[in-house]
């Protein structure tokens, strides 16, 4: 239940669900909805043998061409057939609000699939009523592109219509125009769609790639970014000055969070990249407020493609700039995982310990002052797969490296079918382990560590709605101490090194809750605590 006048979203634990690959209840290879609603058990059947989760985001289930497997949308209000119908998804929604958990959607609203009928009618003429609806530019002179924008796919991000004479706008794949937000009438459309799935019961969406709504009106050229060298990603050789970011997106999100705020209980989390200032813009303010939480991926990248190394005194950083950032009326979101980045254990195997830094992860993550994500099989450790050329279906995989790796089928046990399907799957299994089956009665399994972890938490106020004190640390640790009014305390260390390392408590008496090490639940401490090679605990206090 969720505590008076506090939101659920502030003390749940999310799931993302890429729904192609969670469970196909038909044979064709391809999850579906029905697969889902097969799975809410052990998403959360109101025991600790589930994972407890509290809500759960699907990336797209709408009607669509598939050049990027959903993010082209064709129609936001309906169901593509791979997934299953309209019934089924209000069918899945039920099931899932019957067993306490929250239904979030994906929301794209910069972009529709080229075959959406907006922009079939855009495109018909220079005349049709929906020509404004999606930005049109004449050629330069040379008859080159109106800008020098670049696509995040790579490639111009301007694809020129013989038909009218006009280039079109599209930020990812020629497939997917850019819509037009500074028309009213576009942005009263898309507000629309929001309504349309509130009133069949969704609790929220997580807002694809919001922050390019908005681009400077005039287009100019973006300036060259000083730090590119050749090797590097294109996307990356100039600056999104005028086309990510830019100031006039703040007012619209404002705009989006009244539709929600028509609906009781709903949320809006913004998929949104930037420093930790521009991040915590997308909150917007106490009397005017924008998301209610904004993502934060400096625990996957912080800057570019980088990879974010798992040490301490970097993860320290990325939590005291969050803390220093996010306005008091709301909170961070962190995720380790997700669609669009390589897995967790490949990211920080570089040196063959990537499953050891896999069971400190959730320490860390559902021990935060945050909402956490978790992206499915993250919790069994699932790595990337390697994708032979001829199964790949990733679009990006073209021009940048692609997504195929870290969306491939959920493993539920060792069978051929991986227990996903009976079918040929749409992407290549990995290995037979890790699955589901092979940790569900182990304690030591890392897959029970996360159950433990997420229920725990429910239990301990301190971590659901605690504040944050940092406890400093050195090059290897890094601690936290989390309060509540009225609860015990809990400390929460995290050793990044490869060597032992000892973390100061803030206090003398205290157990054990939580650790990698499952055989210390329990021990007492107090002062200090030694942590085992890349391990971590929750230490609560006790009087």
């Not at 067993?99 to 018909?124: A, C, K, M, Y």
């Not at 060298?229 to 600056?239: I, M, N, V, Y």
């Not at 054990?512 to 021990?523: D, M, P, S």
Request: proline share 10%; with cysteine.
């Amino acid at each position: 239940m969720d505590a008076p006048g506090r939101e659920w979203w502030r003390d749940a634990v999310c799931y993302q669900i890429y729904p192609r690959s969670f469970q196909d209840s038909n044979g064709d290879g391809i999850g579906d909805l029905e697969g889902i609603i097969q799975r809410l058990d052990y998403l959360n059947d109101g025991t600790p043998h589930s994972l407890g989760i509290d809500a759960v985001w699907l990336s797209p289930t709408y009607p669509s061409p598939m050049a990027d497997f959903g993010y082209d949308v064709a129609d936001y209000c309906d169901v593509h057939p791979d997934f299953g119908t309209l019934e089924t998804m209000d069918r899945l929604i039920a099931e899932c609000h019957r067993r306490g958990i929250r239904v979030l959607l994906d929301w794209v609203p910069n972009h529709t699939s080229d075959q959406h009928p907006w922009f079939i009618e855009s495109r018909s003429s220079r005349e049709s009523p929906k020509r404004d609806w999606y930005i049109w530019r004449d050629p330069r002179p040379d008859g080159s592109p109106p800008n020098n924008w670049r696509s995040v796919f790579g490639g111009p991000a301007w694809t020129f219509d013989e038909r009218t004479g006009q280039y079109y706008l599209h930020s990812f794949l020629k497939e997917q125009p850019d819509l037009n937000w500074r028309n009213p009438e576009v942005e009263a459309a898309m507000l629309q769609t929001l309504r349309f799935w509130f009133e069949r019961g969704v609790d929220g969406f997580r807002i694809d790639v919001i922050g390019r709504i908005l681009k400077h009106p005039d287009l100019p050229d973006n300036p060259p970014n000083p730090e590119w060298r050749p090797g590097d990603r294109e996307r990356f050789s100039q600056l999104w000055i005028y086309n990510h970011n830019y100031p006039d997106v703040f007012e619209a999100v404002k705009r989006i969070r009244k539709v929600f705020d028509e609906y009781p209980g709903r949320v809006a989390v913004g998929e949104v990249f930037g420093t930790p200032e521009e991040i915590a813009r997308y909150y917007g303010d106490a009397d005017s407020p924008g998301l209610h939480l904004a993502f934060n991926f400096h625990f996957i990248h912080e800057r570019g493609h980088v990879i974010t190394p798992w040490e301490a005194p970097v993860l320290r950083r990325i939590i005291a700039n969050a803390e220093a950032t996010v306005p008091p009326f709301s909170q961070p979101c962190f995720a380790l995982n997700n669609h669009d980045r390589s897995r967790f254990v490949t990211r920080q195997n570089h040196d063959g310990h990537g499953l050891e830094r896999a069971r400190a992860a959730p320490l860390l993550l559902l021990g935060l002052r945050n909402t956490p994500f978790l992206y499915y099989g993250e919790e069994i450790g699932m790595a990337d797969v390697d994708i032979p050329p001829e199964r790949q279906q990733d679009p990006a995989r073209f021009r940048s490296v692609g997504r195929d790796p870290e969306r491939t089928p959920m493993q539920w046990d060792a069978s051929p079918g991986r227990g996903f399907t009976t079918g040929e799957p749409w992407l290549p299994f990995g290995p037979p382990s890790p699955n589901v089956a092979e940790q569900d009665g182990d304690p030591d399994s890392l897959l029970s560590l996360y159950r433990r972890a997420i229920w725990l938490r429910k239990e301990l106020p301190a971590l659901r709605a605690g504040s944050l004190t940092d406890l400093g640390g050195d090059d290897s640790v890094v601690s936290w101490w989390r309060q509540a009014p009225g609860a015990p305390g809990v400390a929460v260390a995290i050793n990044t090194a490869t060597v032992p390392a000892r973390a100061q408590l803030p206090f003398l008496r205290g157990r054990i809750v939580l650790c990698t090490a499952r055989a210390r639940e329990g021990e007492r401490a107090g002062g200090e605590i030694e942590l085992p090679p890349l391990g971590a605990a929750w230490i609560a206090e006790e009087a």
